[in-house]
């Protein structure tokens, strides 16, 4: 019976050709028949052998491009390459062959798809033969060895200090292996991949494919299926991250949303606004008790001499908010507001609880909080809420947000609140002939379809309200102005400690202009 080793040397030996380049075509098409019938097992350990053999055969005949063309001219079928693509990848699992020899063998960076410059955004074809090498075949082994590949090479090559490259050809080798971890195993894959990342490391993959993913969106490569890779990271983080992960990529994004998450017109960039979105949705909670911390020290922070460690929380939860909750394009901005209204309501409720022994701490919690939250959205209002007459899907997000607000201080529920709902909206609104339209639309639905146990306004009740705006009211042309006005008549005047809601809000946005430079 012929051992492996005996077949490792077999096979080096054909297309061997004295005084002359050796066949390796033949070779190759020679080691493909014969690993083919192997068992898997039996498949690595040859593969071990060859490489043991011969150093250099992922540089001379066991090649990506050789391997390509030869399944390309049909004299290797697409089985036997995966099995050449399997026991390698096992090799590498196994300790057996190097990052080296893998870098060679997936030929990542002789590809034609990145040179200095970046992402070759012409080379589509060679972009789409380096993701599909990367994924390999749908076995255990080559998503186990992407995984193990992308975070050496990160590890070793592409996050080192100093850098072996400039960002762009960074940041576009880097798109490419999320890109090929998504298509293999998603974002659970990505998340393994990048597990092992100092948060210095993390930082500068953030740098790199926030400057040049947005790339990967080229018209030429519409084809190819690949995503700019800093919205798979950050749906990577809303998907598998921690409460952490999601503050410091929140954190990241505020610090460096100019040039990476607003495009043409200061609009968000829209697929990485909606995936902030699906990360606000899914750390919500924590993201917004988390910047809205409750220090009640200047604590000096680290972007400028005015900044404060609130201020700086603040900023990214005014940032976040702009592009996700008050963004017309974001396709789940409503859920945001949603979760932004539930925390402000909740808040207010708290805050106008009478004090006993007990909840000295908890109001005043709520109370800073509430203060917080109005700055926040004084200034992110302020900061852009773009195109909303031109979006009436925008507007009526907005609008269900301001309801949740106005009817959370309204103690009437059930069947006798579509009254005082109705003059509630028509006062926020500034027109009192509203009241009657409105609770004209309200009449047409039972107490318990108004406001909830809570006395929270039902999705029902919100949209009928909606419905009675005619589509060309005064409040569209000033909705940004009425937004600020609202946040002050709406939250702070219902709050039953206004007199230390009203100075706070603005000592809150003072420091949030702090944090940004402003002051």
């Known amino acids: 019976m012929t051992t492996i080793n005996e077949q490792a040397e077999a096979i080096l030996d054909v297309g061997d050709r004295f005084l002359w380049q050796d066949n390796y075509d033949a070779r190759l098409d020679h080691f493909a028949e014969v690993i083919e019938k192997l068992e898997p097992q039996e498949r690595a350990e040859l593969m071990d052998a060859i490489l043991d053999k011969d150093g250099g055969a992922t540089m001379s005949w066991l090649t990506p491009e050789r391997l390509d063309n030869l399944v390309e001219s049909g004299s290797i079928t697409g089985l036997e390459r995966d099995a050449i693509t399997d026991a390698f990848a096992q090799a590498y699992l196994d300790g057996e062959a190097d990052l080296v020899d893998a870098l060679q063998f997936t030929g990542m960076f002789g590809s034609s798809a990145v040179g200095p410059m970046g992402l070759m955004t012409p080379e589509a074809e060679g972009l789409q033969a380096l993701v599909d090498r990367l994924v390999g075949s749908d076995s255990p082994q080559a998503g186990q060895f992407l995984e193990k590949f992308t975070a050496d090479v990160l590890e070793q090559r592409l996050l080192v200090d100093p850098p072996m490259m400039n960002i762009s050809e960074q940041g576009a080798h880097i798109g490419v292996l999320l890109n090929a971890l998504e298509q293999s195993g998603g974002t659970q894959a990505i998340h393994n991949a990048l597990g092992g990342l ?30 700019d890779p800093m919205e798979l990271v950050i749906q990577t983080v809303a998907e598998h991250g921690t409460a952490a992960d999601a503050l410091h990529l929140v954190e990241y994004v505020g610090q460096n949303s100019s040039d990476q998450f607003y495009g043409v017109g200061n609009k968000p960039v829209p697929g990485r606004a909606d995936a902030l979105s699906e990360l606000f949705i ?10 809205t911390p409750l220090d009640p020290t200047h604590t000096v922070g680290s972007s400028n001499e005015e900044s404060t460690v609130v201020g700086e929380s603040l900023a990214a939860l005014s940032n976040l908010i702009r592009l996700t909750a008050l963004n ?16 402000v309501s909740d808040n207010i409720r708290v805050s106008n609880q009478p004090e006993n022994g007990d909840n000295v701490r908890e109001i005043g919690d709520a109370t800073t909080r509430v203060a917080m939250i109005g700055a926040v959205m004084q200034d992110a209002v302020d900061a852009g809420y773009i195109d909303l007459k031109a979006d009436v899907a925008a507007r009526d997000e907005m609008v269900g947000f301001l309801l949740d607000v106005a009817i959370s201080t309204i103690p009437v529920a059930g069947d006798m609140a579509a009254g005082p709902v109705s003059e509630a909206v028509a006062e926020m609104l500034g027109d009192s002939s509203l009241a009657s339209t409105i ?36 409040f569209l042309e000033e909705v940004k102005a009425m937004s600020n006005s609202f946040i002050t008549t709406q939250i702070v005047e219902a709050a039953d400690r206004r007199g230390a809601i009203i100075p706070d809000m603005q000592s809150y946005s003072d420091w949030i202009d702090g944090a940004q430079g402003e002051n």
């Open 439 to 474: 609770s004209e639309k309200l009449g047409g639905l039972a107490g318990s379809q108004i406001t909830d146990a809570q006395g929270r306004l039902t999705d029902e009740a919100k949209q009928a309200i909606i419905d009675a705006l005619p589509e060309d009211h005064a």
């Open 282 to 291: 899914a750390h919500g909670d924590t993201l917004l008790r988390d910047l």
């Open 198 to 227: 100092t948060t210095e490391q993390r930082d500068a993959l953030y740098a790199a494919v926030g400057q040049e993913g947005l790339s990967f969106g080229a018209p030429q490569l519409e084809g190819v299926g690949v995503t």
């Open 328 to 343: 017309p394009d974001s396709a789940r901005g409503g859920e945001v507001m949603d979760l932004l209204g539930e925390f």
